[in-house]
Structures are given as C-alpha cells and as structure tokens.
C-alpha cells in the first residue's frame, strides 16, 4: 500500500477494494462490477498474496455455482426442485398484489416471478420494493400441492448496501484534500491516476456528472473503445443504458394505456448508447424529449416531473480537424435527423470524446478504490439530496454572453463538480476557476457548433467568459477550434428568395457561388408555370450555385421551390435514385414529373432506380407503365431500368446542372394519415433534414 492506499483503508474500511483483483475476475465473465467487488471483500480481504490467490479462486467457484445466467433459468429452477435448496446470487424485487394483499418476490434470471417470501426481508431493506437489489438468496422449493407457488425464499443477504450512512461519508470526505479525492474517486472506476493528466482526470469524471445532478444532459461524442458506455452499463445500479434501437414515448416517458411512468421515473441515469442509430419515429416523443430535457416535465394526459438525467455517448469517424475545418460538417453530425437544433441547445455538457485514451492495461490501477457499489450509494445521496445551485449562483459570476440556456448549463455542471470533489466542503478560489472555465469549455462547444449549423446570428454570442476573482473578464475556448475560422466565423449565407417565397420561414441557408451560370432564354414571353404555351421560356434567368440545409419539420419546400428554375432549358431530365419503389415514393416521383410537365421544357425522362425482390419488381413496374402512357400523351418519353447496386441519389439535367440531395426525392415526412394539409400539396408538408446541392458540372 502506498500513503493514499492507507489512508483510504483507514477512513473508509471494508469499504475498499483492490482494482487489480476485479480487472484479473472481470475479463471471464459476464457479471456487474459491483457483484464482482462484493465478492472480493468478501473472499480475498487481506495482503497476503497466497490468500488472495485462494480468494479468487473462491469467487470463481461461487459465480460457477451461484450466479445464475439469464439462459439458465431453467436448470436453476431444475436444480432447486431436485436439491429442495440452492444458494443463488441475482437481482430481486419484492412486489405487493393488491388483489391478493401479499409480497411476492421476483429474480431476474431465475426468471420466477411468484416466489414466497418473509416479511422480514422486505422490512429490512426497503430498496427491494423500489427497482430491486442484487443479493444472495437461499432459494427453497415448495412441496405443498395445495400451494399456489412452487419456490420460497429462505434466506437473503443484500450485495448492494441496504443503508448508505450519509454522515459517515462526509465526515470521510474531509479527511482527503481535494487532489487526494479526485484521485481516489478515478481509482474507484478502476484508473490509475498517476497515468492521468488534470484535464483527463475531469473528463473521466464528466462522465458522472449525470449521476449527481438531477436533470443533467451530457452527450459524449468520440472514437469506439474509449470506455464510452461502461459508466452506464456498470458502475451503478441506479443508471440504466438503452443500447441502439427506438425510443419510444411509453417506454421513455409515460405509458398512457398503462398509466405508467416511463424509464425516467426509475432511474437517477437513462443512457443513450450509439446515439446516431437512435430511432424516434413518432413526432411526439422528440417534443416531449424537449420538453424534458428543458425541465424536467412534460405532458402526457398527465403531468409527469421526474428527475432522471439524461446522457448521449455514441461515436465520430471522422478526425476532428476536419469537422472543425469544414464548411458543412459540424460536431453534431453523427446524431439522428430528428436531435434539431432545440434538442442540441438543451445539452448542457459536449465532453471532447476524441481526447480520450483507448481502454488498454496501462490506464488501469492496482491500487485501492471504493467498492462500486458504495461510491454508487454515495452518488445517489447526492443526487437525491443535495442541491448546489445556490452556492454557485452566489459565487460565480458569468460574462455578459451568456445567455439562458447557457448560464443553466454552466451552473449544472458546476453542481455537479462541487457535489462530487466537494460534497462537505468549498472549493478554493484557484479549484472554483478550474471548475467554471471546464463548465464553459463544454457548453461553448454546443453554442459553436449550433453558431456552425444555424449560420444566422441567433447563437452568434459564442465568446463564454466568467469574471475572475480579480474582477477580470476571462474568455472560454475550446482547445480543437480555437484557430478555425470555419468554426468560430462561420460565412453568414443569405436568405434563398424562391425558397423564402415559397414559406421556408427563412430557414432554408443558400452559399452563392463566386461564378454564377448563367442560362440563355429569350427576353420576352411569359412563364409556362404561369400557363404560357409550349414555347414559352422565362426571362433571362441568373442561376447561381445553391447549398443549404433542410431542418427537420420545415415545410414551404416542394420540388419547384428547390429546383424548379434549373429544370428550364432541359430537354432530358435523368433521375438516380434507389428508393423509388413504395407508394409513397413512386407518388412523390409522379409529382416531380408534373413539375417536369408544367415546366415543359423536357422531352425525356430516365430513372434509374433500386429493388428488393420480384414481387416488388412486378408492383414497380406496374406503376411506372401507367406513369409512362401517361407522359406519352404529355409528348414526353419515358425509359426506367432497376439496378440492385446504386447508391448515389443525384437529378442530371442536359442543360448542365445537377441537384444532389441527400435523401434524394423522399424528403417529407409521411403523413400519420391522408387526409391532412400537406398531403397533396408538398410545399405545405413537413421535411426531413437533410443537404441539397445544385451545382453545374
């Protein structure tokens, strides 16, 4: 032991563990760390190196024969019938039945959920009828036939605490200096600190803030095998992770046909994994998530207030350099179409993801740290019963950029820093900088990236400050930006004036061109699209390059208001696309071909586009058939042919343009139902965000 190990074991004894043991039992299996670790204190408490070895052997053979794996179920029930008896370690809720006024008890992967138990177990550890604990359970079989249970419970002893001892905590807490502190709370997630600079030390702690402060939004983007998810998925009982998938608004927020609060009302954590392949399909969900996300209720029929903090971790693939240095891409741009700008202003904290290590052997410690389980109870106090935001509005003083939004993110994160390094106590001047200069870092790192992707000058105000204490003023930057221009000034785009036309609410951001195209038409005439003739061409039409962004939801973008102009003077129109196949897209590909017709300029039309099988090959074709007599009698010709291998979705006109749009011709929202505004017309029906190109080639 060196001086920190003694003084850990001395203020905090048996509530202490050997981190080298849990990494040497943890690779071969499949168990909660904090399952592990009660173990270890149970097995192997002791310096003695041949004790130890015996210990570990020891737990190997209790998870052999103990610990019961969600595919085992059965075999455990087996074994129970035939032995009468058997020793289990699992998760176990106690559940009262109104209907038949009495407990009943539930493992997880024993999968019983009708199992007698005494009174006296529930009685002593009130946690078993609020989300369950992990625990030693004797496990009897019932002979009685007359009974209605065929398992009871004889005996349970908690691996979780059943009481954390608050005062004790604090009391240990003001033993340590805050260095000390910090490097014992890094130990306990099993890191040695010593390998550790400050700044890493904050970020591995960034990633608890959540579990501390209620109500705290903290999204991680980086590269994979940083040890993203663990936090979520390990360290505590109290946080759970929702790994890919739909989130829906039952199983989020509130369930209305069971009248049932959703994962935000048990946990203190609700965890995102791979955020980017997070599926919200119904509209609702994402305005009630705001509305969540921006304090802590919502409406469901019901008004529901809850406390869970939310945290986003999935993954970027390209090198920052070159998101920070481009026009286009920004720091959110792994996240779904539906995280609009509203839910990324609600994030109150971007930890850098790609500054952070590869898990490898050299980070990890073989020193001691708090049992997980513990420092998770402790965790859970502080988010349960501690509220710093006072404290913090007293002693913090903010620049004047800072606005709402910002000011309550920085003041959450700076909660969550004195909550965690600072539970008893305050912080000197010099730590209380330390803290609000890394709150700022990672709130300016939302503003810039919004301030990137909404290049008008609503989120312009992006130099974060805080007045020092010498009443100096003190800028904020973020280390991957600080010298890109395409970051800090991005090039403020002017409004597209057919698309403000059209009712884009001047949402829809055009870059012009250095060298604008021009096409030639004659001066005079009016405009087929106003019911001229055949022959009727437009004025002299100055066409410039157009890049812009369609948010999700926007509505005032049909085709004509995106290309309508570029079409005239093009006599074959030639249309990639590989998702033209259901009826949706085939009726929003028959609407671009009456846009094609009241332009009536073009001749041909040819559309290469995708299939799935013969079945749906035989459907398309039928479609396209009809679609063609019919331009026939419009004097235009009509060629489609399937390729199973396209990718690329891109418009190409013979009179030198091009429009790429990411979504290619399926840009709209499909309607709950058809009979709503917007299901004729395009303009009125809201989009999916996605980039549209025109360029000439």
């Known amino acids: 032991m060196n001086e920190l190990d003694r003084k850990l074991n001395e203020v905090f004894p048996g509530k202490v563990v050997r981190k080298d043991l849990l990494h040497k039992i943890k690779k071969g299996t499949n168990v909660p760390s904090f399952v592990l670790e009660f173990l270890l204190a149970k097995y192997c408490a002791s310096d003695d190196e041949a004790e130890i070895k015996s210990g570990i052997a020891a737990v190997f053979e209790t998870l052999e024969s103990n610990y019961v794996r969600p595919d085992e179920a059965n075999k455990a029930q087996s074994t129970v019938q035939q032995k009468g008896k058997h020793r289990f370690i699992d998760k176990v809720h106690v559940t009262y039945s109104e209907k038949e006024k009495r407990h009943w008890a539930e493992m997880e992967n024993f999968n019983s959920r009708r199992i007698a138990i005494p009174d006296k177990f529930y009685k002593e ?3 078993i009828l609020e989300g369950g604990i992990w625990a030693e359970a004797i496990v009897c079989h019932n002979d009685i036939e007359d009974d209605d249970y065929a398992f009871f419970i004889d005996d349970l002893r908690p691996i979780q605490l059943s009481r954390f001892d608050a005062e004790a905590f604090l009391a240990g807490r003001a033993r340590f200096t805050r260095d000390e502190w910090l490097d014992v709370v890094i130990r306990s997630i099993g890191l040695e600190p010593s390998k550790l600079s400050p700044r890493l030390k904050f970020h591995y702690l960034a990633r608890f803030f959540g579990f501390v402060e209620k109500n705290y939004n903290f999204i991680e983007l ?38 049932k609060v959703g994962l935000v009302g048990f946990w203190d954590t609700v965890a995102f994994d791979e955020v980017g392949s997070i599926k919200i399909k119904d509209r609702d969900s994402v305005q009630i998530m705001k509305d969540y996300m921006a304090n802590g209720r919502f409406s469901r029929g019901v008004q529901v207030i809850a406390d869970a903090s939310f945290a986003f971790v999935g993954n970027i693939d390209h090198a920052i350099d070159q998101v920070v240095n481009s026009e286009s891409l920004d720091l959110f741009y792994p996240l779904p179409d539906s995280f609009d700008l509203a839910v990324i202003d609600r994030f109150h904290y971007y930890l850098p993801g790609w500054e952070m290590p590869k898990n490898s052997s050299p980070y990890l410690t073989d020193a001691y740290g708090f049992i997980s389980d513990y420092m998770a109870e402790a965790f859970h106090y502080l988010f349960r019963s501690q509220n710093r935001y006072d404290w913090v509005s007293r002693n913090v003083k903010l620049g004047k950029a800072v606005e709402g939004r910002d000011e309550i993110a920085i003041r959450k994160t700076m909660c969550a820093f004195l909550k965690i390094l600072h539970p008893a106590g305050e912080p000197t001047p010099a730590e209380l900088a330390e803290y609000v200069e890394y709150a700022i870092e990672g709130r300016r790192r939302i503003k810039e990236q919004l301030n990137k992707r909404k290049t008008d000058e609503e989120y312009a105000r992006i130099n974060l400050s805080y007045v020092d204490a010498s009443g100096e003023e003190r800028i904020v930057f973020c280390p991957e930006s600080s010298g890109s221009q395409h970051t800090l000034a991005p090039e403020r785009k002017v409004i597209d004036e057919v698309a403000a036309q059209a009712g884009a609410k001047g949402r829809a951001l055009i870059k012009r061109s250095d060298k604008p195209m021009t096409v030639p038409a004659p001066a005079t005439g009016p405009s087929p699209a106003a019911g001229g003739g055949e022959n009727s061409t437009p004025a002299l039409a100055l066409l410039k390059e157009r890049h812009f962004r369609i948010f999700y939801g926007d509505v005032g973008f049909g085709y004509d208001a995106i290309f309508g102009d570029f079409l005239r003077g093009a006599k074959t129109i030639e249309v990639e696309d590989p998702y033209i196949r259901n009826l949706h897209q085939v009726q929003n590909f028959i609407r671009f071909c009456e846009l094609v017709v009241r332009i009536g300029d073009a001749e041909k039309i040819i559309l290469l586009t995708g299939i799935d099988d013969a079945a749906q090959r035989k459907e398309a074709q039928e479609r396209f058939e009809s679609l063609k007599d019919s331009l026939t009698n419009a004097s235009i010709g009509f060629e489609y042919k399937f390729n199973e291998n396209i990718h690329d979705r891109e418009i190409r006109l013979s009179n ?33 965000e996605t980039m549209v190109d025109i360029f000439n080639a």
Do not use: H, M
């Not at 399926?666 to 809201?686: A, C, H, M, T």
């Open 656 to 688: 030198g343009w091009r429009v790429k749009i990411g979504r290619g011709l399926d840009i709209y929202q499909k309607p709950e139902n058809w009979f709503v505004i917007g299901s004729s017309d395009l303009s009125l029906r809201p989009c999916l």
């Open 222 to 259: 980086g590269p994979r095998g940083t040890g993203k998810s663990y936090s979520f998925s390990e360290f505590s009982p109290y946080a759970t992770l929702i790994s890919g998938g739909q989130a829906t608004t039952p199983i989020l927020f509130y369930n209305n046909q069971r009248s």
């Open 125 to 127: 550890n009130d946690r």
